[in-house]
């Protein structure tokens, strides 16, 4: 049995209690459920005991000196931070496209150039799968250092089978073996490779037959993703791509929306996606179904940065009820970052959502964006121990100072795994 720990008297202790069951909507949002002088008792992995210090000090009167106690006294104490839209598995990095851009190339003319993803694609069909899991694996720690405990994971840097198999299964072996939680997302449409590009149909004949079941069959993913886009997969594609996906038990999500308006939002809705991704050309329509449906709104504004293109329009995503989580998009090409506080601070910053709401989209609907709400995402009794301490006396002021990490002490599954 593992060691107690005690996290004591934080300045603020951000709960979010009270929404395991559905991501928050609208006014939900900014409730943050924070407990000034506040206290964790954790115990096997698990939260036991959550409040004032001074009450879970009198409870566990008896039993101080068997714990590991951490003091938190000045700092920030919030629910281990989730990322739930990342493509960490891939071989090498992209800085030449960087500096092509920066003088006037766009992201799509390079792909359809041969560059872009079918870049990362050939380096990651390259890499032994050792390399891929070295990688992969540092990355992840980079993960850690800011404060990130959950982090979903793509494939989609193969488009064979061989290659996407190789990286689903570093997934696993990374979920294994590093303290991180992997959630695996199936994303074999993220572009049409050379060879069918003439017959883009006969590809997704392929994901469907083959390649989707196949996943389903070993176990290798909980979702399923596709680049709905115009130039990559229309909507009628991936529509047959998410409803075969459906079929096989993998939960549709869909990059939506991202370059081009192309109602991606509303086939998200009409599909029952756990989540539409990117948003920045959504249609209002589109806005309200996801909505409607309860479709989580997973906003990236580190890729709108990077593309330096103008974000998604969360503000008005809230304000329609949309449920919205905030995420690195981690990747070689459009969001080369590990850093979800600084997303935070550009949720603030060019999407116009408050702090409050930042740190709502980081943990708890983030976790229901990757369909962990009752497991992660907040501080409450029953939960995972995933918690982060950061070294600032208030919440605001993690997207108020940014760019700055400032985590401090993570722990992760009950164990400090980092300080
Ligand atoms: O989410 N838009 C498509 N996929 C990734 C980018 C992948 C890449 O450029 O390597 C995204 O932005
Ligand atoms: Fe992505």
Same mark, same amino acid.
């Given at each position: 049995?593992?060691?107690?720990?005690?996290?004591?008297?934080?300045?603020?202790?951000?709960?979010?209690?009270?929404?395991?069951?559905?991501?928050?909507?609208?006014?939900?949002?900014s409730?943050?459920?924070?407990?000034?002088?506040?206290?964790?008792?954790?115990?096997?992995?698990?939260?036991?005991?959550?409040?004032?210090?001074?009450e879970?000090?009198?409870?566990?009167e008896?039993?101080?000196?068997?714990?590991?106690?951490?003091?938190?006294?000045?700092?920030?104490?919030?629910?281990?931070?989730?990322?739930?839209?990342?493509?960490?598995?891939?071989?090498?990095?992209?800085?030449?496209?960087?500096?092509?851009?920066?003088?006037?190339?766009?992201?799509?003319?390079?792909?359809?150039?041969?560059?872009?993803?079918?870049?990362?694609?050939?380096?990651?069909?390259?890499?032994?799968?050792?390399?891929?899991?070295?990688?992969?694996?540092?990355?992840?720690?980079?993960?850690?250092?800011?404060?990130?405990?959950?982090?979903?994971?793509?494939?989609?840097?193969?488009?064979?089978?061989?290659?996407?198999?190789?990286q689903?299964?570093?997934?696993?072996?990374?979920?294994?073996s590093?303290?991180?939680?992997?959630?695996?997302?199936?994303?074999?449409?993220?572009?049409?490779?050379?060879?069918?590009?003439?017959?883009?149909d006969e590809?997704v004949?392929?994901?469907?037959?083959?390649?989707?079941?196949?996943?389903a069959?070993?176990?290798?993913?909980?979702?399923?993703?596709?680049?709905?886009?115009?130039?990559?997969?229309t909507?009628?594609q991936?529509?047959?791509?998410?409803?075969?996906?459906?079929?096989?038990?993998?939960?549709?999500?869909?990059?939506?929306?991202?370059?081009?308006?192309?109602?991606?939002?509303?086939?998200?809705?009409?599909?029952?996606?756990?989540? #539409? %991704?990117?948003?920045?050309?959504?249609? $209002?329509?589109? !806005? &309200?179904?996801?909505?409607?449906? =309860? +479709?989580?709104g997973?906003?990236?504004?580190?890729?709108?940065?990077?593309?330096?293109?103008?974000?998604?329009?969360?503000?008005?995503?809230?304000?329609?009820?949309?449920?919205?989580?905030?995420?690195?998009?981690?990747?070689?090409g459009?969001?080369?970052?590990?850093?979800?506080?600084?997303?935070?601070?550009?949720?603030?910053?060019?999407?116009?959502?408050?702090?409050?709401?930042?740190?709502?989209?980081?943990?708890?609907?983030?976790?229901?964006?990757?369909?962990?709400?009752?497991?992660?995402?907040?501080?409450?009794?029953?939960?995972? #121990? %995933?918690?982060?301490?950061?070294?600032? $006396?208030?919440? !605001? &002021?993690?997207?108020?100072?940014? =760019? +700055?990490?400032?985590?401090?002490?993570?722990?992760?599954?009950?164990?400090?795994?980092?300080?």
């Amino acid at each position: 049995m593992s060691k107690a720990v005690f996290i004591r008297n934080a300045a603020q202790l951000v709960t979010l209690q009270g929404s395991s069951d559905a991501p928050r909507v609208k006014g939900e949002m900014s409730e943050l459920g924070i407990i000034e002088n506040g206290s964790v008792w954790i115990e096997d992995g698990v939260i036991q005991a959550v409040g004032p210090d001074t009450e879970l000090a009198e409870k566990y009167e008896g039993r101080l000196s068997e714990a590991e106690v951490i003091d938190a006294a000045g700092k920030l104490v919030t629910p281990g931070l989730v990322d739930p839209h990342t493509h960490i598995v891939h071989a090498g990095s992209r800085e030449n496209e960087f500096n092509m851009r920066l003088q006037g190339a766009t992201y799509m003319d390079i792909m359809n150039a041969g560059g872009g993803i079918h870049a990362t694609t050939r380096a990651t069909k390259a890499a032994p799968h050792e390399e891929l899991y070295k990688q992969s694996y540092n990355r992840l720690n980079q993960f850690l250092r800011h404060g990130v405990t959950t982090v979903e994971a793509k494939s989609g840097y193969g488009m064979d089978w061989e290659t996407e198999l190789k990286q689903l299964e570093v997934a696993k072996q990374l979920n294994e073996s590093h303290v991180i939680d992997i959630v695996s997302t199936f994303m074999g449409a993220h572009a049409v490779p050379k060879e069918y590009k003439e017959r883009p149909d006969e590809f997704v004949h392929l994901l469907v037959e083959e390649m989707i079941p196949k996943v389903a069959e070993l176990g290798l993913a909980e979702f399923n993703d596709v680049f709905c886009e115009k130039g990559v997969f229309t909507p009628e594609q991936s529509r047959v791509i998410l409803e075969a996906g459906k079929r096989h038990g993998l939960i549709p999500k869909i990059h939506a929306d991202e370059i081009e308006p192309y109602e991606g939002a509303e086939l998200a809705a009409e599909v029952g996606a756990i989540s #539409a %991704d990117h948003l920045l050309k959504a249609s $209002e329509k589109g !806005m &309200k179904a996801m909505a409607e449906k =309860g +479709v989580v709104g997973v906003l990236l504004p580190g890729t709108a940065y990077f593309l330096m293109a103008e974000s998604a329009n969360g503000r008005k995503m809230i304000d329609l009820g949309v449920p919205v989580a905030l995420s690195t998009d981690c990747n070689p090409g459009s969001s080369p970052t590990v850093s979800l506080p600084f997303i935070m601070s550009l949720g603030c910053l060019k999407m116009g959502m408050t702090p409050a709401e930042v740190i709502t989209a980081a943990t708890i609907n983030a976790a229901h964006a990757i369909n962990r709400g009752r497991e992660i995402g907040s501080l409450e009794v029953g939960k995972k #121990a %995933d918690v982060t301490i950061f070294n600032i $006396e208030n919440y !605001m &002021k993690l997207q108020y100072s940014y =760019g +700055v990490n400032h985590t401090d002490t993570v722990v992760k599954n009950g164990q400090v795994v980092l300080r």
